[in-house]
C-alpha cells in the first residue's frame, strides 16, 4: 500500500481554476471505477489551501494516476501558478483503520 499526503497553498485567484482541474481528475477516476485507487482532495478554510490524500493499493495503481491526462494537466498548470505555500510531500504508514481500505 501507498499513502500520499500533500497540501499547498495557491494564490485565492488560482484557487478556482484548481479546484476544476482537481474535479476533471476526479471524473476520470470515477469513470475507471478502480477500487486500487483511494483519491481525496479537500481545501482548508481559507480558501487557497489544498490538502490531497491518496491511498494506492500497489505502485502500479499509483502510475495509472500519474498517467491520466487530465492529473498531468492538473500537475503542469499548477507547478506554473504562484505558490503562497508550495506543496509538502508526505509518505504515510498505516496504523489501523476502522474499515477495509481495499477489500
Known amino acids: 500500500m501507498k499513502i500520499i499526503r500533500v497540501q499547498y497553498t495557491t494564490t485565492l485567484e488560482y484557487a478556482t481554476t484548481n479546484k476544476e482541474n482537481i474535479t476533471k481528475v476526479m471524473n476520470e477516476l470515477r469513470e475507471m471505477n478502480r477500487s486500487d485507487i483511494k483519491y481525496g482532495a479537500y481545501l482548508l478554510p481559507d480558501g487557497k489551501t489544498f490538502m490531497h490524500f491518496d491511498q494506492f493499493e500497489n ?35 498505516l496504523v489501523a483503520a476502522s474499515y477495509d481500505i481495499f477489500g
Open 59 to 93: 505502485e502500479e495503481a499509483h502510475q495509472v494516476l500519474m498517467g491520466l491526462e487530465s492529473f498531468k494537466k492538473f500537475q503542469t498548470e499548477l507547478k506554473a501558478s504562484t505558490f503562497e505555500v508550495e506543496p509538502k510531500w508526505e509518505l504515510l504508514s
